[in-house]
């Protein structure tokens, strides 16, 4: 069965919305991301590393800054969502 992707619209949107968190003049503290079957949302911040792989259909978000190999978070935790599971994205 071929797996629903969200569209380039969204994604782009979650990216948009990182842009503005991490922008302190924004004023943005977090990014709360609503998960179908979570009652409350995932809440990460503005130093979280995002990484979209659209191809397989997940976003991986893990903890702190990483370095410029990506490997100084390589002991913090990893959250991967399906992105067709994402239902919703605030900054708050």
Do not use: C
């Not at 968190?21 to 949302?41: F, H, K, N, T, W």
């Not at 191809?55 to 978000?61: A, K």
Request: charge should be negative.
């Amino acid at each position: 069965m071929a797996r629903k992707v969200l569209s380039g619209t969204f994604i782009h949107q979650i990216k948009e919305q990182l842009l503005a968190l991490r922008e302190s003049e924004q004023g943005y503290a977090a990014l709360q991301v609503y998960v179908a079957g979570i009652s409350e949302p995932w809440e990460f911040l503005g130093q979280d590393v995002f990484e979209f792989h659209e191809r397989t259909g997940v976003l991986i978000v893990r903890d702190g800054p990483s370095g410029e190999y990506g490997h100084d978070n390589a002991e913090v935790p990893e959250y991967v969502f399906r992105l067709d599971a994402i239902v919703a994205t605030q900054l708050v």
